[in-house]
């Protein structure tokens, strides 16, 4: 079973306008951790974002912010004031944090494009 | 503090050979993980190793096997190569397994 769901292959978005990549998940276990990872075209992954499963907030990094909603088990990525620089894929991740050291789950990746 | 570092960069090999990359993690960083990145099967896990035992392992032939040292220092290894090995292998590394992981720029290897 997928243990990560990215529906969204390719976006667009307007430079200066804000967008949401979308994240689902699967686990039974009630300790894990959720991250966001860019990777552009250079090729290196690059640490966005993280949520744990019992933060009660949101995670907010800069431009970056987690919409966490655990009942529905998605973990959205909301990117605000889109750069350019912002062009990559996106990916998203989760590891369950139980007795068992599970390994890092990926997404199959989102790739978003920032319009000038 | 420096970041993961991996070598070589590139890498042209072809079928039947043998090849070994290497990974160096952030410094105090215990935990490092290998993945394959291909643009059909995207990111695959390979396997993790956490002070110097494998703690997990993907779905991949035992053509692929990995060690780790005692200076958290890890290499992967890829037996008789085949046409379908060319990809782009990144190695992460992270303090834990509560913690992140931080990626390396990777290792492209092309299999002739």
């Known amino acids: ?116 | 503090k420096a970041g993961v570092t991996q070598t070589p960069r590139y890498l042209i090999k072809t079928r039947g050979q043998q090849v070994t990359l290497s990974c160096s993690p952030i410094s105090g960083h215990r935990s490092v993980s290998w993945y394959q990145q291909t643009p059909g099967q995207g990111l695959q896990f390979l396997f993790e190793y956490f002070s110097e035992t494998q703690r997990n392992k993907g779905n991949f032939p035992g053509r692929f096997s990995g060690r780790q040292f005692s200076n958290s220092r890890s290499e992967m290894n890829v037996s008789t190569l085949e046409l379908g090995d060319s990809a782009l292998y990144l190695c992460a590394s992270s303090f834990d397994e509560y913690n992140e992981q931080f990626f390396g720029p990777g290792t492209r290897l092309t299999v002739l």
């Open chain 1, 1 to 116: 079973a997928q243990k990560i769901t990215q529906t969204q292959p390719g976006m667009f978005v307007q430079e200066k306008e804000a967008v949401t990549l979308d994240c689902t998940y699967d686990t039974s276990d009630p300790s894990y951790g959720l991250f966001w990872y860019k990777q552009p075209s250079s090729g290196e992954m690059i640490f966005l974002i993280y949520q744990g499963s019992y933060d009660q907030q949101n995670a907010t990094e800069g431009r970056y912010s987690l919409n966490f909603q655990k009942a529905r088990k998605s973990a959205n990525l909301v990117i605000s004031a889109s750069q350019l620089g912002d062009s990559a894929m996106y990916f998203c991740a989760m590891r369950d944090l139980g007795d068992n050291f599970n390994k890092f789950y990926f997404g199959s990746g989102t790739k978003l494009n920032v319009k000038p």
